[in-house]
């Protein structure tokens, strides 16, 4: 199964995500838009994972969301992807928030201690 962890939005940063997607889309814009319902936070891409990785999943990810605190999410900047005059979609990034990073931080150690490589990536917080 091809997998990965994310946070949710507020029904209100996805009605506002989708007025300006609206409104960008109106204006002509040539990206690939993405509905409004599947905007979320991605805190892990596990990419393939075996079913009896798959299963623990749930569990290491409760034991990361314990304790972390209030999750903000804040509003940096509009980024093209990728950059220039190709760009094809736009993400939103986000303020690294303490509980935000301490989340992401357990998820990866989570994913490591059940056997899942690093991630690719450093983890850079954004609407996707």
Do not use: K, N, Y
């Not at 960008?24 to 690939?32: N, S, T, V, Y």
């Not at 357990?106 to 899942?116: D, P």
Request: hydrophobic share 50%; proline share 9%.
């Amino acid at each position: 199964m091809r997998l990965f962890a994310a946070l949710p939005l507020p029904g209100a940063t996805i009605d506002a995500m989708a007025g300006l997607q609206a409104e960008w889309r109106d204006a002509g814009w040539p990206l690939r838009w993405v509905r409004p319902a599947s905007l979320h936070v991605t805190l892990r891409f596990f990419g393939e994972v075996a079913a009896d990785v798959a299963e623990g999943l749930g569990g290491m990810l409760d034991a990361a969301a314990r304790g972390t605190g209030l999750l903000v999410l804040e509003p940096v900047a509009l980024r093209p992807f990728p950059g220039g005059a190709g760009a094809r979609l736009v993400w939103l990034e986000l303020g690294t928030a303490p509980a935000l990073e301490l989340l992401a931080h357990r998820v990866e150690q989570g994913s490591v201690a059940l056997g899942l490589p690093p991630a690719r990536e450093t983890f850079r917080p954004h609407v996707t």
